[in-house]
């Protein structure tokens, strides 16, 4: 059990930093399109290999949450019974984990 445990927090590590990563890379993708400046305004056309890293950040921070979400509801409670025996805070735990979605 604690295997898995380590298994799903190692995943979600991994998971963070190359959403990370893929930010960095998306935001100085779009500081190296040419901008407009006006006065005191400045504008800059949106870089579509930037949107693509965004998106792809998100994406794999969206998995990372189902990761840990469901994977730590999983190890929580294997079945009903456990869930039912289990202390009141934990059965909290759950339903709050539930309704943060």
Same mark, same amino acid.
């Given at each position: 059990?604690?295997?898995? !445990?380590? $298994?799903v927090c190692i995943s979600v590590v991994v998971?963070?930093?190359v959403a990370g990563i893929l930010g960095i890379q998306g935001e100085i993708a779009q500081n190296e399109v040419r901008g407009y400046r006006y006065l005191v305004f400045e504008c800059s056309e949106p870089s579509p290999s930037a949107f693509r890293l !965004?998106?792809?950040a998100a994406?794999?921070?969206l998995i990372a949450?189902? #990761?840990?979400?469901?994977g730590g509801g999983c #190890?929580?409670?294997?079945?009903?019974?456990?869930?039912?025996q289990s202390p009141l805070n934990k059965q909290v735990a759950v339903v709050c $984990?539930?309704?943060s979605w």
């Amino acid at each position: 059990m604690k295997a898995a !445990g380590a $298994l799903v927090c190692i995943s979600v590590v991994v998971l963070d930093v190359v959403a990370g990563i893929l930010g960095i890379q998306g935001e100085i993708a779009q500081n190296e399109v040419r901008g407009y400046r006006y006065l005191v305004f400045e504008c800059s056309e949106p870089s579509p290999s930037a949107f693509r890293l !965004g998106l792809a950040a998100a994406c794999l921070l969206l998995i990372a949450h189902l #990761i840990a979400n469901v994977g730590g509801g999983c #190890i929580l409670f294997a079945s009903r019974d456990d869930m039912q025996q289990s202390p009141l805070n934990k059965q909290v735990a759950v339903v709050c $984990l539930l309704f943060s979605w």
